[in-house]
């Protein structure tokens, strides 16, 4: 179901496609959590990633500024940086 509404990954139980814009999905108003908006509030958003099968979700939560200070591991950094370089330049 999440894959047909173009879900790319999630933060806090909230839902991002892929340039990082909430989903509207029917689970949307069912998660305890707080609002995108709250969350894109926060001052310094840190998050813990590690898995090169989150690299998609990685970039798109860098696309739309939900990540503040990133850290992960070494296989993910190249796998980031290898979708980096086969995005088109932006020029």
Not at 36 to 61: C, D, P, T
Request: negative net charge; glycine residues 6%; contains cysteine.
């Amino acid at each position: 179901m999440l894959k047909q509404e173009n879900v790319s990954g999630d933060i806090a139980l909230r839902f991002f496609d892929h340039d990082g814009q909430e989903c509207n999905t029917i689970l949307k108003e069912r998660m305890i959590s707080i609002s995108m908006e709250q969350f894109k509030k926060i001052n310094r958003k840190i998050s813990l990633v590690s898995g090169v099968s989150k690299a998609n979700a990685v970039l798109s939560a860098l696309k739309g500024g939900l990540v503040d200070v990133l850290i992960l591991d070494s296989n993910l950094a190249e796998a980031l940086l290898k979708l980096s370089e086969d995005m088109p330049s932006q020029e």
